[in-house]
C-alpha cells in the first residue's frame, strides 16, 4: 500500500472505521493530550492488534490469528509478512526501495513475550525478513545476523532466493540517480517502517518490525528497525512500544525501551510517546522540519498510545470491539 494514501482515513469493508478519525493536532504547549485508549475494564486485558501506517491488509491477518486463538508472535510475524508481499508498498520486503547502489536491503525484528529477540540486519534476495528474524530467534544461539551470512542461514532454512527489485522501484532508482540528492521527506515511503504490536487472548504480547529501510541510502546503512530498544521493545509484564521515521533519532535515544521503561514508571501509553518525542525534539530544535519520528505503544491491558513530531502519521488498530485507521496527535502544530 502507498505510503502517500495514508493522509486519509481509510474506509474498509466490512469493517466499522471510527468516525472520529479525524487529526488530532497537538500543539506542543498542550500536555493535556488525552491517550488513545482501547474501551477495558480496569483489571480486563484487551486483546489487539496495531501498528505504524494505513495497513489494513496486515493488522487484518494478525487479528485473524489472535481471533482464532493464535498467539501474539504468530500474528506479528503473519501481519508483518502481508506488507513484505505487498509490491506497492516500495518500504517493506519485495518492492523496497533500494540503496544509491540499486540493491534492496531488508531490516527486521520479532521479539516475543518470553523476552527472546530475533533480527536480521542488510538481508537481501529473501522476501520474509521478519521469518528470518523469528527463525533466528528460535534456531540459533543468536540474536542478530548481517548480510551475507543472514542470506545463508535464510537460504539453508528454506526461504527462497529471489529478486526483489521491481520495475516500478528501479524506475524510481533510475530517476533519483539523475540528480542523486537525498533529503529525507515528511511521511513518504522513502523513511517507513511498519512496526506492529499485538496482545493474544492468553494476555501474551509480542512485536515486530520489518523494513527496507531509507530510499538510496549509503549502501551498508542500518536504522533504527531491527535493533533492541530502539526499532521495537516488549515486556511482557508492563507493554510494548515502536517506532518509524527516521532511524538514526530513534537509535540516539532507544526510544522503544525508553517509552516502555515510562510505562514501568506508571506513565500510560500516550504519555510515554509524548515523552519519548519530545527527548528527541529536545536534542533538535534547529531541524525538525527536516525529518519525522512516529511511536505506538501498548500496555498489558491492552491500552495504547500513538505520537509523532510531525501530523500525517497514521496508525491501524484492530480489537473486537472496533477496527479502525486514524491519526495520531503530534508535537508540532499545523501552523
Known sequence: MKRRDFLHT?????????????????????????????????????????????????VNKAWEVIENGGSALDAVEQGC????????????????????????????????????????????????????ARKVMEETPHVLMAGKGAEQFALSSGFEKE??????????????????????????????????????????????????????????????????GSGLFVDNEIGAATATGMGEEVLKTVGSFLIVELMRQGRSPQQACEEAIERIVAKNKDRLQDFQVAYIAINKKGATGAHAIHSGFSVTSYTAEKQEIYNSSHYLSDS
Not at 493535556?32 to 496495531?50: D, F, G, W, Y
Not at 502481508?82 to 518500504?91: D, F, I, K, L, R
Open 10 to 58: 481509510t474506509s474498509l469493508t466490512g469493517i466499522a472505521v471510527a468516525s472520529g478519525a479525524a487529526l488530532m493536532s497537538c500543539d506542543h504547549k498542550n500536555k493535556e493530550q488525552k491517550p488513545v485508549v482501547s474501551t477495558s475494564e480496569e483489571n480486563e486485558i484487551t486483546p489487539i492488534a496495531i501498528a505504524t501506517w494505513n495497513v489494513p491488509e496486515a
Open 81 to 132: 509478512r502481508v506488507e513484505e508481499a505487498n509490491e506497492e508498498g516500495q518500504s517493506v520486503g519485495v518492492g523496497g526501495l533500494p540503496d544509491r547502489d540499486g540493491n534492496v536491503t531488508l531490516d527486521a525484528c520479532i521479539m516475543n513475550a518470553e523476552g527472546d529477540y530475533g533480527a536480521v540486519v542488510y538481508l537481501q534476495n529473501i522476501k520474509h525478513p521478519i521469518s528470518v
Open 163 to 228: 529478486n526483489l527489485l521491481t520495475e516500478a522501484s528501479k524506475k524510481a532508482w533510475e530517476e533519483w540517480k539523475v540528480t542523486a540528492k537525498y533529503k529525507p521527506i515528511i511521511n513518504i515511503e522513502n523513511h517507513d517502517t511498519i512496526g506492529m504490536l499485538a496482545i493474544d487472548k492468553e494476555g501474551n504480547i509480542s512485536g515486530g518490525c520489518t523494513t527496507s529501510g531509507l530510499a538510496y541510502k549509503m549502501a551498508g546503512r542500518v536504522g533504527d528497525s531491527p535493533i533492541i
